[in-house]
């Protein structure tokens, strides 16, 4: 077992102890995130997999035999006219190549399907985020779609289409950043305002704490942007 200890943002020191891997059952496949809600662990990329202890794991999603997915993010959506699990990624079809934009949706984490009544693009999602009352995805070229019932969705225009890597929605705000030092804000999901952040560089995630209003992280830099 690995030990490794570190201290959070807040100074406060933690420590993790006995990492175990030897009994788990995962397929050697990409898996890109995970979610926990009642008692389920759910891992999403090239399939979805579901666990209860998080060493048992069971593929969920049975994919069509002419497709592959790749899935990065979930969450649990509760708005008035949806209320479940939610995933984004992309689907290719392998007799054609042709890659569109995947939303699987579930409303206990172990069954899913594909609500859209059609597909949104070519553009891959990255991720998801909801203020209780709107959807908002966003993905690969500037990709950004909006829905109020998971079904039905509207594009967004982003300037300059860059890829937008991660969306959240904290303290009354959505938060999008993503390429080239792309950093968008909306107070509604359907108005964006683009941010000064200071740098070129991708940004790949977005946190919100009540000490800081947001950090973004760059794998080239490591180093956290304040809005």
């Not at 995962?26 to 579901?50: E, H, Q, V, W």
């Not at 593929?59 to 995933?87: A, C, R, S, W």
């Not at 890659?99 to 553009?123: A, C, F, K, Q, Y």
Request: with cysteine.
């Amino acid at each position: 077992s690995d030990v490794c200890s570190s201290d959070l943002y807040d100074g406060v020191p933690y420590s993790v102890t006995t990492y175990d891997d030897s009994s788990t059952t995962l397929p050697n496949i990409p898996l890109y995130a995970s979610y926990y809600k009642d008692g389920r662990f759910t891992a999403i990329g090239n399939a979805i997999l579901t666990s209860t202890d998080g060493y048992t794991w069971k593929e969920t999603y049975l994919i069509p035999t002419d497709k592959e997915i790749e899935l990065h993010g979930i969450m649990y959506v509760n708005i008035p006219n949806f209320e479940g699990y939610m995933t984004v990624g992309k689907q290719t079809t392998l007799s054609t190549l042709v890659t569109n934009e995947l939303i699987l949706i579930s409303t206990d984490g172990v069954v899913w399907t594909n609500p859209l009544p059609s597909n949104l693009g070519t553009n891959g999602l990255l991720s998801i985020a909801s203020d209780g009352t709107l959807i908002v995805v966003v993905g690969l070229n500037g990709q950004k779609d909006t829905s109020t019932n998971g079904a039905n969705w509207a594009p967004q225009t982003t300037s300059g289409n860059p890829n937008l890597n991660q969306i959240v929605y904290a303290n009354s705000l959505f938060v999008v950043v993503g390429d080239n030092g792309t950093i968008q804000t909306s107070s509604d999901g359907l108005s964006w305002t683009t941010q000064t952040s200071g740098t070129t560089e991708n940004l790949y995630g977005v946190v919100y704490n009540d000490i800081d209003r947001s950090e973004e992280h760059t794998s080239e830099l490591q180093s956290r942007l304040h809005l």
